[in-house]
């Protein structure tokens, strides 16, 4: 199986835009999924496919590819964004699912 | 509304049997994939093991293929995970998760609904 990397932590002012990336060989053939997850919470999906949100996540998630990296960017932080995000996707067999090391947004 | 139950969490020794068990309803659940995936406390989310709709493809993750099973009851919308010759390092958060599209091979891996996950601990 492959693996995704994902910086440990970001941060960001309020109201600024951040991108949260995750690399990994099997993203150059396959698309990335975003989720969220706060503390004491189940994850929620915010970002799948080449960039599709579910009903009710805010348009200021977006998602992009570019080579063997994903990217989820937040436009416009917002306090309640403050979470753990975590990229999954499959790995390079395509057998597998697998998911990043996730990254800790802080929004200050 | 889309709901996911977990159960079956528990305490058990190193070497044991444990089954986990998640119901479901909402959906037509018959018509998705479903997953397992499990947290360590602090940690990061791993995959452990997804089904197609109709259990035509199943896959593992390798730590734990050859000793957890999934499978599922379409009839009574339950998706189950057992679990054998369970070590310390399975000691985690277990998530049932419901895959976004019909039909679909547990391969897409996109899960737009988390149950709120049942704990297995595995200690002496």
């Known amino acids: 199986s492959s693996e995704l990397t994902q910086e440990p932590a970001v941060s960001v002012a309020f109201g600024q835009t951040v991108s949260i990336s995750c690399q990994g060989d099997?993203?150059?053939?396959?698309?990335a999924s975003w989720y969220q997850q706060k503390p004491g919470q189940a994850p929620v999906l915010v970002v799948y496919g080449k960039n599709n949100r579910p009903s009710g996540i805010p348009d200021r998630f977006s998602g992009s590819r570019s080579g063997n990296t994903a990217s989820l960017t937040v436009t416009g932080a917002q306090a309640e964004d403050e979470a753990d995000y975590y990229c999954?996707?499959?790995?390079?067999?395509?057998?597998?699912?697998?998911f990043g090391g996730g990254t800790r947004l802080t929004v200050l | 509304e889309v709901h996911l139950l977990e159960s079956g969490g528990g305490l058990v020794q190193p070497g044991r049997s444990l089954r986990l068990s998640c119901a479901a309803s909402?959906?037509?659940?018959?018509?998705?994939?479903m997953h397992w995936v499990r947290q360590v406390s602090g940690k990061g989310l791993e995959w452990v093991s997804g089904i197609s709709w109709n259990s035509g493809t199943i896959g593992y993750a390798d730590s734990v293929q050859g000793r957890f099973t999934i499978s599922r009851d379409n009839a009574k919308s339950a998706l189950y995970l057992q679990m054998n010759n369970l070590r310390p390092e399975d000691t985690a958060l277990y998530y049932c998760?419901?895959?976004?599209?019909?039909?679909?091979?547990?391969?897409?891996?996109?899960?737009?609904?988390w149950g709120l996950g049942t704990l297995v601990t595995v200690s002496s």
């Open positions: 099997s993203l150059r053939f396959y698309y």
């Open positions: 998760a419901k895959s976004l599209s019909e039909y679909g091979d547990y391969r897409g891996g996109i899960f737009d609904y």
């Open positions: 999954n996707s499959r790995d390079s067999s395509g057998d597998h699912v697998i």
């Open positions: 909402g959906f037509s659940f018959d018509e998705y994939a």
